[in-house]
C-alpha cells in the first residue's frame, strides 16, 4: 500500500516555483520524545520516541546562533522543552539578543520535574506559540488525548499567573488551532474572537493571538487519511483552494527548517517527507554550512502537500498568510 510520503514526494506537482528571500527564522527540532501523541501531528512524536540532539550538534548549533543571530530561533519537537539542554540553550540565545520562540504543547509544564518551567521561560522573555486546537474540551481530548484539555487549562494559567497573554508584561503566549478533520480553518481573525470570549468567560484563561493552521496530509494525519480513504478528497480541497497572494507570505521564503541531526530544510514538512534543503553539491547541507552559504535566491523544494500552505487564507507557523486576521 503507498504511504503519504510516496504520494507526494515522488510524484510530479505543479505547484509554483519558490525562490529563497533573506533568513530570518531558524527553526530547529530538537528531538521527537513527546509526552502526548496527538492525532494530527506530522511528525509522529510521542513518548516512545528516542530521537534527540546530541551535544556535538548542540555545540554547532550555539556557534550558528551566535554568529548569524536570526531574528528568531524556532525551538520545536516533539516537546522541545525535553531536551536536556532546552534552558541552556534558550539563556545563551537571549543573552544573544535573539528571540527565542517555545512552541509547546502545554501539558509538558505539568510533568514532574518542569514545575519551574513557566518561571524560567518568562524569565527569559521567551515568545509561547501553544497548541490547543480547539475551545471545546471533547475536540481537544479527541485530537489529544483523555484529560488533555484540562491539563492545558491549567498550565494556561499557570502562565498567565507569570504574565504571559497579558498585554501590560510583553510576554506572548499565542494559541494554534488546528480543525479536528480533513477541514481547512476557519477565518483567524473571526474564531480568534471566540477563543478569546469562550477562554475568559468559561476559564478566566488570557492569550495574545490566535493561529490557525491547515492539517498537512503526511505523517499521523496523513495516515489517518489514508485509512479514512479522505486523502484524495483531501488534497482535491486543498488544490481547489489554492490563493496565489499567499505564493508572498509562505514561511519557507524566510525560514530555514533544522532537524535533530542538523540537516537542513526548507520547512518542517519537507523535513518529515525527507526533501532536504537544494544543494550544490553531493550530500545534504548541514547546520556547518550556514556559515559558509548564502541561501538567498535558491530554489525552494515543493510537491503536492505546499497546496496546503497557499490554501484559502494560508497557512504557517505564524498563522493565516492573508486576511485580516494574518500576521
Known amino acids: ?29 530538537l528531538g521527537y520524545k513527546c509526552n502526548l501523541s496527538c492525532a494530527h501531528c506530522h511528525v509522529n512524536a510521542g513518548p516512545k520516541r528516542t530521537e534527540m540532539m546530541d551535544d556535538q550538534t548542540l555545540e554547532l548549533l550555539f556557534e550558528v546562533v551566535a554568529r548569524l543571530k536570526p531574528g528568531y530561533l524556532d525551538l520545536t519537537g516533539g516537546a522541545p522543552e525535553l531536551h536536556p539542554q532546552f534552558k541552556v540553550l534558550v539563556a545563551r540565545a ?12 502545554l501539558t509538558v509544564l505539568l510533568e514532574p520535574g518542569f514545575e519551574g518551567m513557566a518561571d524560567f521561560l518568562a524569565g527569559q522573555g521567551v515568545e509561547i506559540v501553544a497548541s490547543l486546537p480547539c475551545y471545546l474540551e471533547e475536540n481537544v481530548n479527541q485530537q489529544r488525548g483523555k484529560g488533555v484539555f484540562d491539563k492545558s487549562i491549567e498550565a494556561l494559567r499557570t502562565l498567565n499567573s507569570v504574565g504571559y497573554g497579558l498585554e501590560s508584561t510583553g510576554l506572548r503566549l499565542n ?3 488546528n480543525p479536528v478533520g480533513p477541514y481547512l480553518p476557519p477565518a483567524q481573525e473571526g474564531l480568534e474572537t471566540d477563543y478569546k470570549r469562550v477562554l475568559s468567560e468559561q476559564y478566566q484563561v488570557y492569550f495574545n493571538q490566535l ?21 484524495n478528497d483531501y488534497m482535491t480541497l486543498l488544490r481547489d483552494s489554492y490563493n496565489a497572494e ?34 550544490d553539491a553531493a550530500g545534504r547541507l548541514h547546520l556547518q554550512d550556514l556559515l559558509h552559504h548564502n541561501l538567498e535566491g535558491r530554489a525552494v523544494k515543493v510537491a503536492d502537500h505546499c497546496f496546503g500552505c497557499t490554501a484559502g487564507q494560508g497557512s504557517s507557523c505564524g498563522g493565516a498568510l492573508i486576511g485580516d486576521g494574518a500576521l
Not at 94 to 105: A, F, K, P
Not at 214 to 231: D, E, S, Y
Request: proline share 3%; aromatic share 10%.
Open 211 to 231: 493561529f490557525t493552521l491547515a492539517n498537512m496530509p503526511i505523517a499521523r494525519f496523513g495516515a489517518t487519511l489514508m485509512a479514512k480513504r479522505q486523502f
Open 1 to 29: 500500500m503507498l504511504d503519504t510520503k510516496t504520494l507526494l514526494v515522488k510524484s510530479v506537482t505543479d505547484f509554483p516555483s519558490i525562490k529563497r528571500s533573506v533568513l530570518q527564522t531558524l527553526q530547529v527540532n
Open 175 to 177: 494559541l494554534v488551532y
Open 246 to 279: 499567499n505564493l508572498k507570505h509562505v514561511m519557507c521564503r524566510s525560514t530555514v527548517s533544522v532537524d535533530w541531526q542538523g540537516y537542513l530544510y526548507d520547512c518542517d514538512f519537507n523535513q518529515m517527507l525527507s526533501m532536504p534543503l537544494e544543494s
Open 94 to 105: 537571549t543573552t544573544l539578543g535573539v528571540q527565542v520562540i517555545d512552541r509547546c504543547n
